[in-house]
Structures are given as C-alpha cells and as structure tokens.
C-alpha cells in the first residue's frame, strides 16, 4: 500500500477500500468463503444454505430525509441477504454509544429499528451494548449481522456470467448520498432528495422465483453502480457496455450532480440493486421490477467480450469513454 496510515478514502468502497482488503485483511484473514468477496457468505448446514453478514454503519447525520441509522442497519443488512437469493431470518446489533448521547435520540431510533423489523417480519435475536467516552464516538455507531436461507437449491456465481447478458438495475440512483450530504447542511441550498432507504427481498424474492435467468445480484451502496461494475468486470473477464440515456435517475439529483460536480454513476444508494440476467430473460425481469414497484427499472446496459475489466459508457451525446474506477471518495459516513 502507497499510504502508511489509514484515509477516510479507505472507507469509500472504491479502489482504496479494494486495496486496503487485498492487502491487509484478505492476506492474513482470507479463508475460501471470504475470498469470494460476496455480500453474504453462504455455507452449506445439512439441506440448507445459509446466507450469513455483517455491516457497520457510522452515517452522519443519525436521522436523515427518508430514513434514519437504525432503519439502515436492518434494511442493508437484509439487502446484502436478499442480493445472494436468501431469504432474511435472523440479525443480531451492536451498539457503540457516545457518553452524552440524549436517550430520547436512542429510544428513537430503537422505535425506528422496531418499525423496520415489523415490516420485514425478521427477527432480532442478539445484541451488545457498549458506551465510549464523550468524544470517541459521534453519537452512535451500529453494527449489524444477519443470517438467512437461500431459496434456490443452486444460486448462480460470476463464472456463469457471458457476453450478451444485461445489466439491470430496479430503479433512480444517486439520492441516498445526496439526502445524507444535505442533511448535513454543507452546502448553502436545498433541494428535495430523500434516501432511497428500503428493503430488496420482496422483489427479489419475485423475480428469483419468476425469472430463470438471473445471474448475479449486488445492492448498489457504496461506490454506487459505478463501483460495483467496475469490480464485477475485473471479476468476470469481460467488459460491460452502459449507456447513459438508460440509467434513471431524478430531475433534482442530476441538478445536484451538476452544480457540485458530483458523478451520480459513484453515489450510495441503499434501496438499488444490479442485476445480471440472461438476455432472453430481461424483459421478463424488468416486467416483474415495475409490477413490484419500480415503474423505473431499466436494462442500462450489456456484457462484453471486448474492453476486458473496464466498464465503458456510452454517454447521451453518443460518444464513449471508459468509466474509470476513483480511488476514494470525498464524503465519508454516507452509511
């Protein structure tokens, strides 16, 4: 690694983040399931396969236009399940707490976890408190693992992924990021973005059960779409196509792009998802997306045999340029 010490581009999910866990973590701690790089391990316990993860999540603000940390940490964690075809069950949380914090901020955001468990119909079953001095936390940070089963006897892996497949996504991106920066109050305008904050598995479930040619799935956090391509191309030997005049996204965050100079294809988002589908199969999936909610879902674009592991944009204009991989993020504690 070129850096001595850890950045905050460490936590950004884009190079640096990739960097830091080649080097560090998977070369000392990479076990076989770990190096698959998944956002759930799947490990095989008699006739099941169980879909087990972790996340932390330290946003700032605690309570944001759309959602808030505690409804965060239950949904990622169950998206991160539901992209690896397992339905969500069980999630435990940890909670570090700054000494200071108002127990009504933290009874809030109990009740918010409450409504998000309700909603889902998971369960919480394990937890740990800790509190740190006033100054070695930012309020609270939350750490959340989950557990769930997979609905499929066999889920498809990358090395099932060929040039003509088509990449899918369920909706607008960019507007998580962007609620989280405005809440903060760092810029002097406002503008009506709220997060995209929302649990996947109800259709994913769907379209898993409905459509025979899904591939691959990954929820479109951090890094953004952007992100998560460039590392499934790297990861498949392919390239992937994208054009620019297919991907939704909202009248507002465009403007925001725009005016701050901000690439909304690199933005967080936590109710997205990619998906990999067979070609013959995209309609079927983007007609199963709209009838679940997601009147935007659309087919952004298509795997290559040409430009392997670079990801390449087919702009509005018409013209082209590789979609190159930032090394790092300037806004930490985006989830």
């Given amino acids: 690694m070129v850096e001595n010490k850890i ?16 080097e560090i973590f998977l070369k000392h701690l990479g076990d076989e399931i770990l190096l698959s790089l998944q956002d759930s391990a799947i490990i095989n316990v008699g006739k099941e396969n169980l879909a087990f993860t972790i996340d932390c999540y330290t946003v700032n603000p605690l309570f944001f236009p759309g959602s ?45 976890i409450k409504e998000a468990k309700n909603r889902t119909k998971v369960e919480i079953v394990a937890g740990d408190t800790k509190v740190v001095e006033k100054g070695k936390c930012d309020g609270v940070y939350i750490t959340s693992s989950g557990i769930g089963v997979q609905i499929l006897d066999s889920f498809p892996f990358l090395n099932s992924i060929t040039p003509g497949d088509k990449v899918i996504i369920n909706g607008p991106v960019g ?32 379209l898993l059960q409905d459509c025979q040619g899904v591939k691959f799935m990954r929820d479109a956090t951090r890094g953004g779409i952007g992100g998560i391509l460039n590392e499934l191309a790297e990861q498949i030997n392919y390239g ?37 589908v067979e070609e013959s199969q995209a309609s079927k999936a983007i007609k199963i997306m709209k009838n679940s909610g997601y009147p935007s879902a659309s087919i952004i674009g298509e795997v290559k045999k040409e430009f392997s592991k670079k990801v390449k944009l087919q702009t509005i204009k018409g013209g082209d340029r590789i979609l190159d991989f930032p090394y790092g993020s300037q806004f930490p504690r985006i989830c």
């Fill in 7 to 22: 950045t905050l581009s460490h936590g950004s999910g884009l190079q640096a983040t990739k960097k830091l866990i080649q």
């Fill in 68 to 112: 808030d940390i505690g409804k965060l940490a239950i949904y990622g964690t169950i998206n991160d399940l539901a992209v690896m075809g397992a339905r969500p069950l069980f999630i435990s949380l940890g909670f570090i707490i700054e000494e200071g914090l108002e127990i009504a901020t933290l009874e809030k955001i109990a009740i918010s």
């Fill in 175 to 206: 507007e998580h990021e962007l609620a989280v920066l405005l809440a903060r109050g760092e810029f002097k305008f406002q503008a009506d973005i709220r997060s995209d904050c929302q649990p996947l598995w109800d259709v994913i479930e769907k």
């Fill in 240 to 276: 992937i196509q994208i054009y620019e005049n297919e991907i939704p996204v909202r009248e507002e965050v465009k403007g925001m792009c725009d005016i701050l100079g901000f690439d909304y294809l690199f933005l967080a988002n936590e109710g997205k998802f990619i998906a990999i």
